[in-house]
């Protein structure tokens, strides 16, 4: 892999809930960075009970480790009542403040399903991974940034280099 990844630091953020969605979607993120080039030693997973939790994982760990991006892992499958519309927004938005206020990235791998079997078919089933297609986001984000950061150095088109490099 190239090595412009292997100093990178990511954090994922996993809910236990629904775990083995959750544990799918935590081992595709993780074998993408790997595969990528981010070394082992700078890839850590902070588990939470909810999907509710995980604005606050992403922000103490983006206050206290500094991570260059944060992925957000879990799944919320529709039950009898539309409780699981409600919690996903509140994570996404919550999510959303820490990557904003922070300017670290945090990418959103959480799963709405309407089902058990929907939710599997994205957590490595049919429909892909979305832990994988988190992490591959967490990764474009990081590649932007430096480039950014980099004022001499911008390409034209950030979003077409991007998309050329990790595909």
């Known amino acids: 892999p190239p090595p412009r990844y292997r100093t990178a630091r990511v954090v994922l953020v996993a809910s236990r809930f ?17 595969r ?10 902070l588990w939470v ?31 009898q009542t539309p409780q699981y519309a409600a919690i996903g927004h509140a994570v996404a938005e919550g999510l959303v403040q820490i990557s904003v206020s922070t300017g670290i990235p945090v990418t959103f791998g959480v799963i709405l ?11 490595g089933g049919p429909m892909g991974n979305r832990g994988s297609d988190a992490a ?9 940034l430096r480039q950014l950061r980099r004022p001499a ?8 280099s991007q998309k050329r490099n990790l595909l």
């Open 18 to 34: 629904n775990g083995g969605v959750t544990e799918a979607l935590v081992e595709g993120a993780s074998t993408t960075l790997l």
């Open 113 to 123: 399903a309407e089902s058990a079997a929907q939710a599997r078919g994205r957590a």
């Open 153 to 160: 150095h911008r390409p034209r088109s950030i979003v077409h």
């Open 49 to 79: 009970p909810g999907a509710f939790e995980l604005p606050a994982a992403a922000a103490s760990a983006a206050r206290t480790l500094r991570p260059h991006a944060i992925v957000a892992l879990g799944c919320l499958i529709k039950g």
């Open 136 to 144: 591959v986001a967490a990764l474009a984000m990081i590649d932007l």
């Open 36 to 45: 990528h080039g981010v070394a082992r030693a700078n890839l850590q997973t």
